[in-house]
């Protein structure tokens, strides 16, 4: 299982508004995908921790929404794969401990790495997230209206049972200027 913690800072002003400032959110990314289409999303499943998915796995597409739709789409894209060993509500439940385990935006400001404009080398922010979880992640960027490359996503590997952060097999391969805006959100 890949885990894709990211920041939401490509989503229009508005919209972040409606979303926890100062964090980072779930979304998952991983191979293989789409593993077994007759186990439909069932939210009665997460009942128990949909205040914890509202406020740590929103959908960032249109936070005005409850989740379900993305949820949903994490589930069949992606839980479904898992399902020999972690049922919905685990799956679920998991990528929710893990973000409280890893706290990206500790570790990067520990590094003095602060989501403040200022540019950063992505060698800087690797290592930093390498002290602070003991393993290697990818760094994905974007460009902002300006055309600045900026700190876009951290992809981070977890174990099969959803209780760890792991060295990825494979690191996803992501293009990124070596020095990077870490943009105030």
């Given at each position: 299982m890949?885990?894709?913690i990211y920041e939401y800072e490509t989503i229009a002003l508005a919209e972040r508004d409606l979303l926890p400032k100062h964090s980072w959110h779930i979304h998952n990314n991983k191979s293989p995908s789409n593993c077994n289409g007759s186990s439909p999303f069932d939210q009665t499943m997460i009942s128990d921790l949909m205040g914890r998915m509202q406020n740590c796995w929103p959908t960032v597409a249109c936070p005005r929404n409850s989740g379900t739709k993305f949820w949903s789409h994490e589930w069949k894209k992606h839980g479904t794969c898992s399902e020999s060993v972690l049922d919905q509500?685990?799956?679920f439940e998991a990528g929710l401990n893990i973000k409280d385990k890893v706290n990206l935006l500790q570790i990067?400001?520990?590094a003095g790495i602060k989501?403040?404009?200022?540019?950063?080398?992505v060698d800087d922010i690797k290592e930093a997230i390498k002290a602070g979880t003991g393993h290697t992640p990818a760094i994905e960027c974007n460009n902002d209206p300006s055309r600045n490359s900026q700190l876009y996503q951290v992809y981070l590997c977890v174990d099969t049972s959803g209780s760890d952060i792991i060295?990825?097999?494979?690191?996803p391969i992501r293009k990124c200027n070596a020095s990077i805006q870490f943009p105030i959100f």
């Open positions: 890949v885990l894709e509500h685990a799956y990067l400001e520990n989501p403040d404009d200022k540019f950063y080398k060295e990825c097999p494979v690191i």
